[in-house]
């Protein structure tokens, strides 16, 4: 077997491996050079996306990939023995999987690549990469594992090292005010979902998603666990009643690290629709539970939103606006779900509304991490989120402005920018469900749009003030990091066709079919 | 009813963790009603794996009995160990707000605002 054979054989365990292995001997590392251990963390950034993108492609040119850990063969699912119970821990990416796969692995190396210079003039950077690292780790486990306790383990590496990142620069206890806040609910959430899980294996005896999804029965038990699940996981995602984490820690976290929180909330937002698409789908009532995930999107469009307007902190800002976009995410997908067992409204809209809000999570994570990464440009160089104390930085920030202009209207839903792709999808699927909601969206990405006017006229507008006379543009790998980002965002504007076809379809399609997931892992059908 | 009792402990220790989350207001008093929860969900894990008069299941020269279910009781191994990392950074975080603000009380940790 070649080196190469043997990549794509276990591109999903390596997925989890490369960079839980590196984090752990970044701090040996790190005693021979500062250079090495930024070679060391790129190099494994790098490889890791590299396997991402091999594995994606394969999912998305051959379908499912499942990967058995211990088993005689990588795709035994059942050993034969086992009397058709899949025993194993068992890594299933789907093609949903694969498109949250491919998201992590763009971000992930593009906020890298800008945090090896924003974060170079901070000490003790041996800790900060082994917690970034431990949180590419929990998103692509979580994303990819298909097994509901490896799903759990996942959900709370990511927790702790989100926490831990969140609070790195401790400054002044505020960062780590910010981290107990956000830590105390991920840890509330993360134990009802192991009651959720304790209460399928109770009544199943299987952890396996496809083996709960066969037998799932939706007793009064299921209805419980179901209630606990969407509760978690909408707090961990930020959708509005349990908001109040979001603003503490996107601003208090380090600038590099808050683009990459962007993406762990999202992989928590993976884990909500898988419970319900594929755990749950049609056994139970999709219309309740597709209201309730609306209502929890439209609340959290309007209320993000409306929070973002007054802020005066520039990443306090962009942390409602963050909000006030998940809530696009659950619109789409909670009208899909709510006509799912419908199939005339499924075909005449509700297949499309799922796959704008799914498009949508891609987007999200292109221009939001943009976004996120322009305010640490701008605070790297001065000193400040406050946007009352800026002013006249378009003139020696002119790269910097430039990115932020091409995010500020791709999160206002302007063409040819890809905010404007997916919510135009949205726009039209959910008025045929409901004109008010596609109303409401409109409205609120017309006040998303008035928010970031006023930012970007209060950061780079006016004449050039004295204290920032000397302020210089961001350094090169930082522009590289903003550019590759900023690529993305037009070029999936400009085309979004193609992409809707080979990525956000087959996403949608893997979701809304939960006999193709269970025959993957199982067999038959 | 006596074969519920495990059950029951399992509410009752939920409903004095949450109250003890909820209404404290000293971190380590909720850190400590964060523990409390976290025992209630293992107890419900192990009391779900248990057979009455089940050996444990270890196959090495086993009686040809009935075994109580070994994965709860892995899957409670591994939730001990996450609760001993979450109560490790909630306490270090404990000690990094006593150092700043001179306070562990979650009233007076409120310079975040907006």
Not at chain 1, 457 to 469: I, K, N, T
Not at chain 2, 18 to 46: Q, Y
Not at chain 2, 63 to 79: F, H, R
Request: contains cysteine; aromatic residues 12%.
């Amino acid at each position: 077997m070649t080196f190469v054979d043997f990549i794509v054989t276990n591109a999903p365990a390596l997925l989890v491996a490369i960079p839980l292995f590196a984090a752990f001997t970044i701090p040996a590392v790190g005693k021979i050079s500062a250079a090495a251990r930024n070679l060391w963390v790129m190099g494994t950034m790098l490889l890791t996306a590299a396997v991402a993108f091999i594995l994606a492609f394969r999912v998305f040119s051959t379908g499912t990939v499942i990967y058995v850990f211990g088993a005689a063969a990588a795709n035994l699912a059942v050993p034969l023995d086992s009397g058709g119970i899949p025993i194993r821990i068992i890594f299933t990416v789907d093609a949903m999987s694969a498109f949250m796969d491919v998201i992590c692995a763009i971000v992930g190396t593009s906020v890298l690549l800008y945090s090896l210079s924003s974060e170079s003039r901070n000490t003790n950077l041996e800790g900060y990469y082994a917690l970034y690292l431990l949180m590419i780790t929990g998103v692509f486990g979580m994303v990819s594992t298909g097994d509901f306790f490896n799903f759990f383990v996942f959900l709370e590496i990511l927790s702790l090292a989100s926490a831990g990142i969140i609070a790195y620069r401790i400054d002044g206890g505020l960062a780590v005010e910010a981290a107990l806040k956000y830590f105390i609910l991920s840890t509330l959430g993360a134990i009802l979902v192991l009651f959720a899980i304790g209460i399928y294996y109770g009544q199943y005896d299987a952890l396996n998603i496809a083996m709960i999804a066969q037998r799932m029965q939706f007793s009064m038990l299921d209805k419980i666990a179901l209630v606990f699940l969407v509760a978690a996981l909408a707090m961990k995602c930020g959708a509005v009643p349990m908001h109040f984490w979001t603003p503490d820690a996107y601003s208090m976290a380090p600038s590099s690290a808050t683009a990459f929180l962007v993406v762990a909330s999202q992989a928590s937002l993976y884990g909500l629709f898988r419970v319900v698409f594929t755990m749950y789908n049609m056994t139970m009532n999709c219309a309740t539970v597709g209201w309730i995930i609306i209502i929890l999107g439209v609340l959290s469009m309007v209320i993000g939103v409306t929070m973002a307007i007054p802020q005066k902190d520039i990443k306090r800002l962009m942390a409602y606006h963050a909000v006030s976009q998940t809530g696009y995410m659950l619109l789409g997908v909670g009208v899909g779900l709510a006509v799912l067992g419908n199939t005339t409204l499924t075909s005449a809209y509700g297949f499309m509304a799922m796959e704008g809000g799914i498009f949508h999570i891609f987007n999200h994570a292109m221009y939001k991490g943009l976004l996120f990464l322009t305010a640490g440009a701008i605070f790297y160089r001065i000193g400040t989120r406050d946007l009352n104390k800026m002013g006249g930085l378009g003139h020696t920030m002119k790269y910097t402005m430039i990115f932020f202009i091409i995010g500020a209207l791709a999160i206002a839903g302007i063409p040819p920018f890809n905010g404007f792709a997916s919510k135009l999808m949205i726009y039209e699927s959910v008025y045929l469900f409901n004109p008010i909601f596609a109303i409401i969206a409109m409205v609120v990405s017309i006040l998303t749009l008035a928010s970031f006017v006023k930012v970007f006229h209060s950061v780079f507008m006016g004449p050039q003030l004295p204290e920032y006379a000397d302020v210089k543009e961001a350094p090169l790998p930082m522009l590289i990091g903003m550019g590759i980002l900023a690529a993305i965002v037009i070029l999936f504007g400009l085309f979004p066709q193609p992409v809707v076809d080979m990525l956000v379809a087959p996403a949608a399609n893997a979701l809304a079919n939960q006999g193709g997931y269970i025959a993957s892992v199982l067999g038959g059908a | 009813m006596l074969w519920n009792l495990p059950f029951i402990t399992v509410v009752v220790l939920t409903f004095i963790g949450i109250v003890t989350v909820l209404m404290k207001k000293n971190i380590i008093k909720i850190l400590l009603g964060i523990n409390i929860l976290e025992s209630a969900v293992n107890l419900f894990l192990v009391s779900l794996g248990y057979r009455e008069g089940g050996v444990a299941p270890i196959f090495t020269l086993a009686p040809s009995e009935l075994m109580v279910l070994p994965t709860p009781q892995a899957l409670t191994l591994t939730s001990i160990v996450i609760g001993v990392a979450t109560s490790a950074l909630v306490l270090s975080f404990a000690m990094v707000l006593k150092k700043k603000y001179g306070t562990v009380d979650i009233n007076e940790i409120r310079r975040l605002q907006g």
